[in-house]
């Protein structure tokens, strides 16, 4: 891969997603830094722009199809094509927990963001990603949608019980392995990453890991060779079971 490359990043205001945008301009990419607040993200851009990042700041608001699309027919007009995707936009939703408990509501506002606006992103960049040499596809989950994991009663992911982000990010394990296979003879790798518990706002401030350790892990899966994987989950020390 070039290293020119164009990618695009969800949710990349803050956190993870920030810190992925800051790695890919460490390698000479342009970055696209998509929010919801397109003010935030013109923030970062100027932020990374003091690291000698090439970024643009875009609006991107994954439960809004308009936001998208027009998002896309941009970075038509500007760059013509697009080489990788980062699905990082995510929320944990208010009131999740047990299954017992989890307010049905919850539930909804989850797979919104987490699985319907991931899906909605991906098919409106597709032909944009289509038109790249070599492109990837990097969707943010956890080890917390690891059914071997959280179903090991020994396991600490098995006693987290946020039902909604946990069955949430197992779909996107199911969304990935299903592109993955949609798109093996077109040379387009899709993965996901489980960046792991990372000091940030969902991950809590006293989280083990830093974002720039959460971000290294979808790095490498975005610069994959092209005999590199698809279709699976990978986490810092390699793949994890579904």
Not at 136 to 156: C, F, H, K, Q, W
Not at 204 to 212: I, M
Request: charged share 20%; hydrophobic share 45%; aromatic share 4%.
């Amino acid at each position: 891969m070039t290293q020119q490359n164009i990618a695009l990043v969800t949710g990349a205001t803050k956190g993870i997603g920030r810190e992925i945008a800051r790695q890919f301009g460490g390698l000479g990419w342009t970055v696209l830094v998509a929010g919801r607040d397109l003010g935030r993200a013109e923030t970062v851009v100027k932020e990374l722009a003091e690291d000698g990042v090439d970024a643009a700041a875009i609006r991107v608001e994954v439960t809004d199809e308009a936001s998208i699309a027009q998002a896309a027919a941009w970075i038509e007009r500007t760059y013509g094509r697009l080489d990788v995707l980062v699905n990082n936009a995510a929320i944990i939703a208010d009131g999740d927990g047990p299954v017992s408990e989890v307010p049905v509501d919850s539930l909804r506002a989850g797979f919104e963001t987490n699985v319907f606006g991931l899906v909605a992103t991906t098919q409106a960049m597709l032909p944009l990603l289509r038109r790249a040499e070599a492109a990837r596809i990097v969707n943010l989950s956890s080890e917390l949608a690891s059914l071997s994991r959280v179903g090991d009663p020994e396991s600490p992911m098995s006693t987290v019980l946020t039902t909604g982000y946990n069955t949430s990010k197992a779909a996107v394990n199911m969304v990935t392995v299903m592109l993955a296979n949609e798109l093996r003879s077109s040379g387009i790798l899709v993965n996901a990453a489980d960046p792991g518990n990372c000091a940030t706002d969902m991950g809590g401030w006293d989280a083990p890991r830093t974002p720039a350790q959460g971000a290294a892990v979808v790095v490498r899966l975005a610069t994959l060779p092209d005999d590199g994987p698809t279709g699976e989950l990978h986490a810092e020390d390699g793949r994890l079971p579904w």
